[in-house]
């Protein structure tokens, strides 16, 4: 079955240091993959998304993505963070089912910025 | 920008109760999921819509939850009766459609039940 990982649980960062967050997924073909951001007691906000093409993708607030194939991975990151980037950032892939598809999220990573 | 409503964005309910959660999808998305966020946890997949039929529910616990889209627009998850490990986050998305991959998620009721 397919599966997402996240390896951080937390990661703290000081503000204007650079970020990247991990994930590794597990699925056969190529996979529809996404990242989100939750702020404490929100909703999930689409940050950006790989379906195919360029490796590497932009996304909102200044975050960036890159797809490698041959790590299975997609990891997200951010040349300078900003205190107000403080949330709980996940990975996700979506696989297509006969009757649609459905979005698998790996367990988070909860970013802290000190300033 | 358009946006899935979610309403009440807190509830808090003794066991045994019945809840209810309100969801309205961006207009014109005919996929709507609803989804349950263990605090600690990614959200996992309860229920998905197209139009008013049900894709997939097959991770819903239907002794106790149920979830209806009438007129496949807005859609309502009630749990009847809600116990202590139903405390969680409850989120509502949409999509375009089933083959549309990009979800949009709404604010999110917060279930607390003492």
């Known amino acids: 079955a397919q599966s997402v990982t996240q390896p951080d649980i937390h990661i703290t960062v000081s503000e204007g240091a650079s970020l990247e967050l991990r994930c590794n997924y597990s699925y056969g073909a190529t996979p529809y993959l996404f990242w989100y951001v939750q702020s404490p007691g929100q909703g999930l906000q689409l940050l950006l998304k790989?379906?195919?093409?360029?490796?590497l993708v932009q996304g909102i607030k200044g975050f960036e993505a890159e797809f490698k194939r041959s790590q299975s991975s997609f990891n997200l990151r951010k040349p300078s963070v900003h205190w107000s980037d403080a949330a709980e950032y996940f990975c996700?892939?979506?696989?297509?089912?006969?009757?649609?598809?459905?979005?698998?999220f790996g367990t988070g990573t909860q970013l802290k910025v000190e300033l | 920008e358009a946006e899935v409503a979610q309403s009440p964005r807190y509830k808090i309910t003794e066991k045994s109760q019945a809840v209810a959660f309100w969801c309205d999808p961006i207009s014109g998305h005919a996929t709507l999921y609803w989804y349950r966020q263990i605090l600690g946890q990614g959200p996992e997949l309860l229920v998905q819509?197209?139009?008013?039929?049900?894709?997939?529910d097959s991770q819903l616990p239907k002794d106790r939850f149920s979830a209806e889209r009438l007129k496949g627009v807005d859609s309502t998850l009630k749990i009847q009766p809600a116990e202590l490990g139903d405390s969680a986050m409850y989120l509502c998305?949409?999509?375009?459609?089933?083959?549309?991959?990009?979800?949009?998620f709404g604010p999110g009721t917060r279930l607390t039940v003492l």
């Open positions: 998305a949409s999509s375009l459609g089933l083959r549309e991959v990009t979800q949009y």
């Open positions: 819509f197209q139009d008013e039929s049900v894709v997939d």
């Open positions: 996700a892939v979506v696989i297509l089912t006969g009757g649609g598809n459905k979005l698998t």
């Open positions: 790989y379906f195919s093409g360029d490796t």
